[in-house]
């Protein structure tokens, strides 16, 4: 069936025409039906995932909460024989993966077509709910977001949409999954324009926040919602409290970054491990069991524990322990190469390094400062900030999450200041397309900072006053130029020899006889934007470089293919 002939493609002309809008207008429609097909996608997988867990490990509130209900020997099989299972189903997905397409959405996005192979997302999203399932110390939406997109891909494929419209709705469709999980439309939609898409523009900003706040309704409206987080009512602060905040912001910046180059180690020493991908999944979930047998807490994405956190009183002692298990059994899970999202991991380590910064602040100032979950809260938007390079989400998401305009001061000090800090310490970020777009960005001002020096070719054609004419016709017959460079016993830039000019010499011609200003020479600092104006003028392949016009030794030559070509390689990045 041709693409014109399509009954679907006439259908979405005829409903354009049916109701006088544009394409771009359209699309806010269609981001309505993304934002719900995003809904149930995430709603079904959050069911088929308590389904498992029951089916499997028997009743209970939270993962923490069945965990603690088990033997000491079941906390350690589960785990692994999940991950062996789960690896399994990873090694499948390889085999039905579609090479001219890309399993994850933000690829889809940014760098493909909008197209997300069906069969190997379904067979990963399977290994992911097993990895969770069992005890895996990894985050949920990861998949959600992806089995959203899936469902805005499909939409899209069917209808026939073209490629920047399909990857337009797919973005929909992510921040449908997105708000979704977190009950945080907003931040949903924040979360891929900041780092999905990398600008916020309103033509692709306008459908994304249509389709956020179509889930954000719909999730609402299922029954048994609940958010995932129960965040306290935030109290006022004082003043003085707020370079505390701050401090902070500092402390969770070098945290995030910390955590990240913690995880690259983990996942580059599992990839060096002799072992199959299966059995490498069955060894992070054992080493994640073999620590959860005194601290059942590491099971699952840390809900439960977070909301005890901010609901009821810990002591120092005992956040310090369970953070150190969790930072121990996340790395383990993730670095074995578990399908899952660190996201909710890191708002999990962000509340307890929070957490315990209020402790300690309590101890020096027990009287002028606030509770310790007060600083958990903000800990958890920091830590977001600084791990995944993305401080406007981060903040709007806490906001959302707790509707409360006394978290804002605090949360914005202790983000933006996060984000410096870890951005400072060069850790990357959580999301390989956040390191891209900063790849391109630096290699765009590199070549936007070019000179003509950067450039400079050794000049092969240089000829002293005194050559005669042979030298200086065996010079013209073994390069195809037009000129000879004359320089003097100081490489001083002197004029050229034309090779018209030689032709009609005398025998006994020397360069010096035939000397012009033909061309006059760029200098080293030229900028790239005024070399290539000279080169337009001139008509010739190069053009002499000299170092300055006081000091005018010549460097060598500009050729107008490199120049060109530099223009070409900022325009692709």
Known sequence: MTLRSSPLLRLRSALQRLFGVSGWQSMLLWSIVAGLLGTLATEGFRAALRGFEHLVLGPGDSLVAMARALPWWARIAFPAVGGLVAGGLLVLAKRVAVRSATSDYME?????????????????????????????????????????????????RVFRFPVERLRLLVACGAAAGLTAAYNAPIAGAFFVAEIVLGSIVMESVGPILIAAVVANIVMRALPGYQPPYQMPVFPELHGAEIPLFALLGVLLGFAAAGFLRALQGSRALFARLPFALPWRLALGGLAMGLVSVPWPEVWGNGYSVVNAVLHTPWTWTLIAMVLA????????????????????????????????????????????????????????????????????????????????????????????????????????????????????????????????????????TVVGPEADREAMSRLFLQHPVKYLYVVDANQRYLGVVPLSALGTAAAEVRAADLLSQAIAPITADTSLGEALQRFLEHLGERLPVIESPANPVLLGVAAKSALLATYVRLSEV
């Open 108 to 156: 889809a996005i940014v760098l493909g077509d909008g197209r997300i192979p069906v069969a190997q997302t379904l067979v990963r999203s399977a290994s992911s709910l097993v990895s969770i399932g069992t005890g895996g110390s990894i985050g949920r939406e990861g998949s959600m977001v992806q089995l959203a997109a899936l469902a805005a891909s499909l939409l899209g």
């Open 325 to 460: 298990a969790k930072l121990v059994a996340t790395l383990a899970t993730a670095g074995s190469g578990a399908v899952g999202g660190v996201f909710t991991p890191a708002l999990f380590f962000g509340c307890m390094v929070g957490a315990l910064f209020g402790h300690a602040a309590q101890a020096l100032w027990p009287h002028a400062v606030s509770a310790p979950y007060a600083y958990a809260v903000v800990g958890m938007g920091a830590f977001l900030a600084g791990a995944t390079q993305a401080p406007l989400m981060a903040i709007l998401m806490i906001f959302e999450m707790t509707l409360n305009y006394q978290v804002m001061l605090p949360l914005m000090l202790a983000g933006v200041i996060a984000y410096f800090v870890a951005r400072s310490a060069n850790a990357g970020s959580m999301y390989e397309i956040t390191l891209r777009r900063r790849e391109q960005q630096d290699e765009q001002l590199r070549l936007r900072s070019l000179h003509i020096r950067d450039l400079v070719q050794p000049a092969q």
